[in-house]
């Protein structure tokens, strides 16, 4: 199975900063990358897939980049509705598998 | 507009059996795979199960094979999830959600349902 780690596991930013979540697969998934975005009690939603794309509806503070084994999810500007839980998943292979998760929290 | 609506869940004792459903609407159900998608308690996200658009394909993850299995019924736009030899540790809130693209696996869940909780304990 292909293993996600993420990195960090939490993050304290301020309202306006840019920040930076890492995630990186036990193996080369090319671009087969996504991530999510979860707030306490509700169900993911899909932020970003392939890598880089940006899924209907996601502001675009939002952006992906990387492939291989090593991606990232940069929001440009926080804003107070983006403190949460972000997921990445690999879409390369069953099983799918998840990252640990980053919780992202206001400082 | 897309909806997934999961129940089902509940209180359960170890061993036992329990049937989960979703019930789709605002879009071909019959056209997309679905996936079976789990969270424990105050943990991260477990992929569980996916069944192709036709029911022809069924995948599963390690901790579940065996004990699990994830069905479909177009013709009712429902989606099930039989689990079976239920564990303390399958205790979690299930979700139920839609592969990203028509007809092709892409591994990308999209819309996700609110979830139901499973409890394993005696």
């Known amino acids: 199975d292909i293993q996600m780690t993420q990195s960090p596991s939490s993050l304290s930013a301020s309202v306006g900063d840019r920040v930076t979540i890492t995630c990186r697969a036990s193996q080369s998934i090319s671009s087969y990358l996504n991530w999510y975005q979860q707030k306490p009690g509700k169900a993911p939603k899909l932020l970003i897939y392939g890598a880089s794309s940006l899924q209907s509806g996601v502001p675009s503070r939002f952006s992906g980049s990387g492939s291989g084994t090593d991606c990232t999810l940069t929001i440009s500007s926080l804003q107070p509705e983006d403190f949460a839980t972000y997921y990445c998943q690999q879409s390369y292979s069953t099983p799918y598998t998840f990252g640990q998760g980053t919780k992202l929290e206001i400082k | ?122």
């Open chain 2, 1 to 122: 507009q897309v909806q997934l609506v999961e129940s089902g869940g509940g209180v359960v004792q170890p061993g036992r059996s329990l049937r989960l459903s979703c019930a789709a609407s605002g879009f071909t159900f019959s056209s997309y795979a679905m996936h079976w998608v789990r969270q424990a308690p105050g943990k991260g996200l477990e992929w569980v199960a996916l069944i192709s658009y036709d029911g022809s394909n069924k995948y599963y993850a390690d901790s579940v094979k065996g004990r699990f299995t994830i069905s479909r019924d177009n013709s009712k736009d429902t989606l099930y999830l039989q689990m079976n030899s239920l564990r303390a540790e399958d205790t979690a809130v299930f979700y139920c959600a839609r592969d990203r693209d028509i007809v092709v696996v892409t591994g990308i869940p999209d819309y996700w349902g609110q979830g139901t909780l499973v409890t394993v304990s005696s």
